[in-house]
């Protein structure tokens, strides 16, 4: 069998290096194994071609014989506190782990027989996390157990451990793709993994498994969106605001947004499907003017039937009531509806997919140049299409529910 390749989205590169710059990863293997990234020189490798090169590793040359000695003494040294605050930090973490556990559990009666039940628990939170330089038989000694009585009890939790583990392996892999994709979807995205192995879980113990991970997503702040309404082209009334959507290619909305980089702003014009939320027609560049927005329009036109002529529903920007755009779309048969007074709430599901794509897909992040923020623009979108569920289709994609009801 051959071996796996882990592709990893341009956003997500940047997210990591960075978390590592800002300090909020303290270092590369913290890195590694937050986000279950494979191979050793990874990480150093984005950081090469995008961040800074003060956090890569710099080897220091001893030439000297005193030189030598005095390495020698440091490291002999270095030995000696190393044993030292050990003991003494193994004695901290055992402190610290009950108090913790017993704050979690509440209304504790008899502390002893509290500290008693738990003992396989707390050997086995320290062994996770002081393996590499404590050996087990010490801290069983410190808490009190002995190693046969651990390794029994741990025969009893290997099945709970193992199905964890695969889960949180599972939702990993699903997030280096979508890194903030929600724990809803990405369990209907696993499901079928969990019950090939045959791992039930329900959503309130898999919200627990992603809370104890620290895999729960963090909301963002929402930013304000505004629209240049005050123009004196031809406006068209509302044809979608009570109208039934009841299959593909019936109705379109559509919306631009703007992506930070360090050379400048671009612009992102996007049409999506009001029936499967796919978006049809999509494009990226570092213009306001109405261009954009147009090219965007000739690609959701080159894969519509010829028998469909879809509602054009859009805000009352100025890119979307210029001649041209709406010369094009009675050329095509397509009937023009625009916003009336609520721009943002007669255009929700437009402004719905613009903050899907920043807030789940990272393009809300400043990048450095405008080719990564187109890289990342179509990647996205991509991903949005034929990966992310929505609850709205029964936790299908828009790729797959636009096919097939088309």
Partial sequence: MGKTVIRYSEAFKLKVVNELESGKLSCVYEARIRYGIRGCGTIECWLRKYGKNHLLCKV????????????????????????????????????????????????????????????????????????????????????????????????????????????????????????????????????????????????????????????????????????????????????????????????????LTYIRTDEDFMYAALITDMYSRKIVGAYIGDSLESTGCLIALDKALNNLPKDKHPIHHSDRGCQYCCHSYVDRLTKKGLTVSMTEINHCYENAMAERVNGILKQEYELDHTFKTKEQARVAFYQAVELYNTRRPHMSLNYRVPAEVHKNAA
């Fill in 60 to 255: 220091v040359k001893v030439k000297t014989v005193d030189e030598k000695d005095e390495l020698k003494k440091q490291k002999a040294r270095i030995k000696q506190l190393e044993k030292a605050l050990a003991d003494a930090h193994l004695d901290l973490i055992i402190e610290k782990e009950y108090f913790k556990m017993a704050c979690e559990a509440g209304n504790i009666s008899d502390p002893d027989e509290f500290k008693k039940k738990t003992k396989f628990t707390l050997t086995h939170r320290i062994r996770e996390s002081c393996s590499s330089y404590i050996s087990l038989r010490t801290i069983c000694n410190k808490v009190g157990m002995s190693r046969q009585n651990y390794y029994k009890e741990r025969k009893r939790h290997r099945k709970k451990e193992i199905d964890t583990n695969l889960m949180i392996e599972l939702v990993k892999n699903e997030r280096r793709q979508q890194s903030r994709l929600g724990g809803r979807k990405v369990l209907n995205l696993i499901k079928r993994n969990l019950n090939d192995s045959g791992i039930s879980i329900g959503r309130d113990r898999f919200f627990n498994v992603l809370r104890e991970n620290g895999l729960l997503i963090e909301k963002k702040k929402s930013t304000p969106k505004t629209t240049n309404s005050r123009h004196c082209l031809p406006v068209f009334h509302n044809l979608v605001k009570d109208a039934e959507i009841t299959e593909p290619n019936q109705a379109w909305c559509s919306d």
